[in-house]
């Protein structure tokens, strides 16, 4: 069976990192990425370097996008010369990693389906931990016959794949919830933490008795242990849980999302006091001030 050539676009913290698993995987690999730094180290592994989005997906069957937000990824898929999609055609597949809005995910299916290629959004679950042990979920919406496709390529830095339909912006509306769940369940357990700090209860004990209880997320008990720590090292910036939180905001079609908008405020207010480059577990500096 002939080993599909793979593209990556966006050599971010994951993005670097779903590239060095590809390589690892034994996958022909292209890279580009806006700053040459981070292409040129993945270079000394074996990658080829294009000069532009459009040039690796010209040399690739399959192109994985892992940009920012939706202006990130449209400068990189749609530019009227260098876009990626000038690269594109029929046999090639075009994955969408990033956590975008549901109305831009379908704004890119179109446009790459006009190509001739298949388009699947695929935004991840985990941060860079989860990258570097191949543990990421990936949630994918697009048909099925190119989910199965891709699954190799997808199982090379994922240890489970969703999918979620076949009709483009399920998966993005899925990846919008986790993450508004997980932010939600984070600020409010910075919140809680600090009120028991009032009384006496230091953040170590409240974690020690709430992470025996089933109330307790698995995802939540991480965040605690890092508030406890105050390991604020940048695995899922604060920046980046606003900005998802901004898209979640319209998940709903008719009508406001309360929680969901109260709780981007509180990062927004983080942002205001210097924290966004930190790891969103430092929400609890917020707090304790």
């Known amino acids: 069976m002939t080993v599909q050539r793979i593209a990556v676009l966006g050599l971010g913290a994951m993005g670097a990192r779903i590239a060095a698993n590809l390589l690892d995987a034994g ?34 069957d399959v192109v994985i996008s892992m940009l920012t937000d939706n202006e990130a990824s449209r400068a990189v898929w749609l530019a009227p010369k260098s876009g990626a999609i000038h690269g594109l055609g029929v046999n090639k597949i075009a994955v969408a990693m990033s956590t975008l809005t549901v109305d831009y995910v379908k704004e890119l ?80 357990l910075a919140e809680l933490l600090a009120a028991l700090g009032q009384h006496g209860i230091s953040s170590a004990q409240a974690m020690d008795c709430l992470g025996e209880i089933p109330v307790m997320s698995p995802a939540a008990r991480g965040a605690g242990a890092g508030m406890v720590n105050h390991s604020y090292a940048p695995q899922f910036p604060i920046t980046l849980v606003e900005k998802d939180f901004r898209y979640a905001c319209v998940l709903l079609k008719e009508g406001a999302m309360p929680m969901t908008l109260a709780t981007q405020q509180i990062y927004r207010s983080a942002i205001a006091q210097g924290h966004g480059e930190k790891n969103i577990t430092a929400i609890a500096q917020l707090f304790s001030q």
């Open 27 to 60: 996958y022909p690999l292209t890279v580009w990425n806006r700053s040459t730094k981070p292409a040129e180290a993945l270079a000394l592994k074996g990658a080829n370097v294009a000069a532009t989005p459009k040039a690796a997906a010209e040399q690739a």
């Open 109 to 188: 299916g179109t446009a790459i389906a006009h190509t001739g290629a298949a388009f699947l959004e695929s935004p991840v679950v985990g941060s860079r931990p989860q990258a570097d042990a191949q543990k990421l979920i990936c949630l994918v919406g697009g048909k099925a016959d190119a989910v199965e496709s891709v699954r190799p390529v997808l199982s090379a830095t994922s240890g489970a794949i969703h999918h979620m339909g076949c009709s483009v912006g399920q998966a993005a509306a899925m990846k919008l919830a986790v993450n508004a769940l997980f932010g939600i369940q984070v600020a409010a």
